[in-house]
């Protein structure tokens, strides 16, 4: 257990960059995120360890350590480390990621996600959505939301119940994933909130898609 809770906080201290150096004394000490950091991540290793089962206790206690780490650092740094690990796992995937202050918005065209007038996930996009969940679940402090849109095509209460049935299908994949089922909310738009003209072809494409919002649950 000790060995585990000084290699998180060794851990820590590398992805922060929390020592600093005096540049006339030569003296190091901690900047005040790098010592919430290493407080967090030492608390999250520890909290990791103990409640995990033996076999995944080194696993767990890294994951804390994560967690625990970039929560000491504030909510920025939490969801910094958040959209910076989401773009190395999505790039090249045709999801986009969009930065609103503190919230980040994961926007899935329906093209790469579900067949036309259809709910269900494609068998291609399983391996994305697991990429996703994992990332979820090495940070808890986040709160998801799950929002399905279409286009005009079809009548309002047909684009009502398929965009509701395609964010419950999301959030109920997740869930399989490992990613908490109350962390979550699913809903659906219909047609309201077209991001493109429901003129062409291209709009509609664009209009047709999945967004989910990650929130921070609270401001630590």
């Known amino acids: 257990m000790k060995k585990i809770l000084l290699s998180t906080v060794a851990l820590t201290f590398v992805l922060s960059g929390c020592v600093a150096t005096d540049p006339y004394t030569g003296q190091t000490s901690l900047t005040n995120t790098g010592g919430g950091t290493a407080i967090g991540a030492a608390l999250g290793g520890l909290v990791g ?14 994951r804390g350590a994560l967690a625990g780490g970039v929560v000491g650092a504030g909510v920025g740094a939490y969801m910094d480390y958040q959209e910076r690990e989401l773009r190395q796992s999505l790039e090249g995937t045709g999801v986009t990621i969009e930065r ?14 579900f067949d036309v007038a259809s709910y269900e996930i494609k068998p291609s996009f399983f391996a994305v959505l697991g990429n996703v969940a994992d990332v979820m679940i090495n940070y808890p402090e986040t ?41 979550m909310s699913a809903v659906g738009f219909g047609e309201r909130f077209p991001i493109a003209s429901n003129t062409t072809e291209y709009g509609k494409a664009q209009n047709r898609r999945v967004e989910i919002t990650l929130s921070p649950a609270s401001q630590y």
């Open 143 to 183: 709160t998801i939301q799950i929002a399905g849109h279409t286009d005009s095509d079809g009548s309002d209460s047909y684009n009502q119940d398929l965009s509701v049935q395609r964010s419950g299908a999301v959030r109920n994949f997740l869930s399989a994933q490992g990613v908490e089922y109350a962390r």
């Open 49 to 62: 360890a103990v409640t995990a089962e033996e076999g995944e206790r080194g696993r767990a206690a890294l």
């Open 100 to 113: 609103q202050g503190d919230d980040l918005r994961l926007i899935m065209p329906a093209e790469v996600t």
